[in-house]
T-cell receptor, first 112, second 116 residues
Framework: GEDVEQSLFLSVREGDSSVINCTYTDSSSTYLYWYKQEPGAGLQLLTYIFSNMDMKQDQRLTVLLNKKDKHLSLRIADTQTGDSAIYFCAEKAAGGGNKLTFGTGTQLKVEL | NAGVTQTPKFRILKIGQSMTLQCTQDMNHNYMYWYRQDPGMGLKLIYYSVGAGITDKGEVPNGYNVSRSTTEDFPLRLELAAPSQTSVYFC???????????????FGDGTRLSIL
């Protein structure tokens, strides 16, 4: 079955860039997503990338996709304390149901 | 806009009790989903529905039941609560159309359930 992996923790200083990494196994992935979860809240869609793209930029967010290595990353420029949250990557495989496979989540801590 | 609304936000159950977690969405989304989130485990799909009257099992359906009598509502039922079902439950929805590949899921704020 599909598997999506992330490191569990990342700590950065305010103003630095954060890079959150994700690897997946399903070569039929069509879309890959990044979600943000703040404490006590649900998941909020941050950005996504189609599998035939290798980069997407959206304000402070840059998504890089290496389809050959099945590696996805999310770079947050000028990281702020408000960026502290858990970040989930998710992949959507080809086929019906629009089902997503989520990674374990990376907890980002931004220190002053 | 309310989006996806889940009730209750918190609940404590005794082993063997039953309860229904409510989920409703006002976005006219045809697809709805139930996930559970356990620490360090990401989200696991319990059940999903592609439209009213249609439901299907996800990755971890045992111990749960669902129904989808209307487009808006997708309740999740626990018949005999067990400690292993202590978790945070998320409902999500998406609007899926033919030939539209990107259909992001929108999430509720979750129900935190403890079974003692």
């Amino acid at each position: 079955g599909e598997d999506v992996e992330q490191s569990l923790f990342l700590s950065v200083r305010e103003g630095d860039s954060s890079v959150i990494n994700c690897t997946y196994t399903d070569s039929s992935s069509t879309y890959l997503y990044w979600y943000k979860q703040e404490p006590g809240a649900g998941l909020q869609l941050l950005t996504y990338i189609f599998s035939n793209m290798d980069m997407k930029q959206d304000q402070r967010l840059t998504v890089l996709l290496n389809k050959k290595d099945k590696h996805l990353s999310l770079r947050i420029a000028d990281t702020q304390t408000g960026d502290s949250a858990i970040y989930f990557c998710a992949e959507k495989a080809a086929g019906g149901g629009n089902k997503l496979t989520f990674g374990t989540g990376t907890q980002l801590k931004v220190e002053l | 806009n309310a989006g996806v609304t889940q009730t209750p936000k918190f609940r404590i159950l005794k082993i063997g009790q039953s309860m229904t977690l409510q989920c409703t969405q006002d976005m006219n989304h045809n697809y709805m989903y139930w996930y559970r989130q356990d620490p360090g485990m990401g989200l696991k799909l319990i059940y999903y529905s592609v439209g009213a009257g249609i439901t299907d099992k996800g990755e971890v359906p045992n111990g749960y039941n669902v129904s989808r009598s209307t487009t808006e509502d997708f309740p999740l039922r626990l018949e005999l609560a067990a400690p292993s079902q202590t978790s945070v439950y998320f409902c999500a929805s998406s609007y899926n159309r033919d030939r539209v590949a990107n259909q992001p899921q929108h999430f509720g704020d979750g129900t935190r359930l403890s079974i003692l």
